[in-house]
């Protein structure tokens, strides 16, 4: 809900919303068919409450307004729902679900900088001195090779430096 609060104008967070919309609809059949409940009294019951309601006008109001119903009630009678995952299938979402992780952080780790400094700058000379207060501040900073700073405040340096 916090991504489509935030996200609310981009189509692929609509998008999302009715399949988990589906997703949530079907978790819940499929927690009512394995509790032991008979398939044709849970849609039955499921047409009986849509008879007396009515879908909301608007997407955000309550109301029967989920996915589709006939695709809904036509899984609940096909048995379809509930079922185990057989080995392979929790295999292969296994090896899905550490791809899902491992490509993104391989491509991170192949992309990323070097952690090996380029050098760090070195100067010959550095001095510092005092000098009028009232003198205008100037900085001259030549293509990394030569700084020059006058009239400048520590404070301003540091600002200057981040």
């Known amino acids: 809900m916090l991504v489509e609060a935030v996200f609310w104008f981009h189509p692929f967070v609509w998008w999302l919303e009715r399949k988990l919309i589906a997703e949530r609809e079907c978790a819940c059949d499929e927690d ?17 409450v849509c008879k007396f309601c009515v879908a909301s006008p608007i997407p955000c109001a309550a109301g029967v307004s989920g ?18 995952l057989n080995t392979p299938k929790k295999l292969l979402l296994a090896v899905a679900g550490v791809l899902a992780i491992a490509v ?43 700084f020059s700073a ?13």
């Open 67 to 84: 996915a589709n119903l006939r695709q809904r009630i036509e899984s609940i009678m096909s048995e379809l729902i509930g079922r185990e």
């Open 104 to 146: 993104p952080v391989a491509i991170g780790l192949l992309n990323a900088p070097s952690s090996k400094a380029q050098g760090a700058d070195t100067f010959e000379v550095a001095s510092i001195k005092l000098c009028d207060p009232a003198q205008n501040g100037m900085m001259v900073n030549n293509f990394n090779t030569t």
């Open 150 to 162: 006058k009239g400048i405040t520590p404070k301003v340096l540091i600002e200057n430096a981040y």
């Open 32 to 48: 009512v068919l394995c509790s032991g409940s008979d398939a044709l009294d849970y849609a039955e019951g499921i047409l009986a």
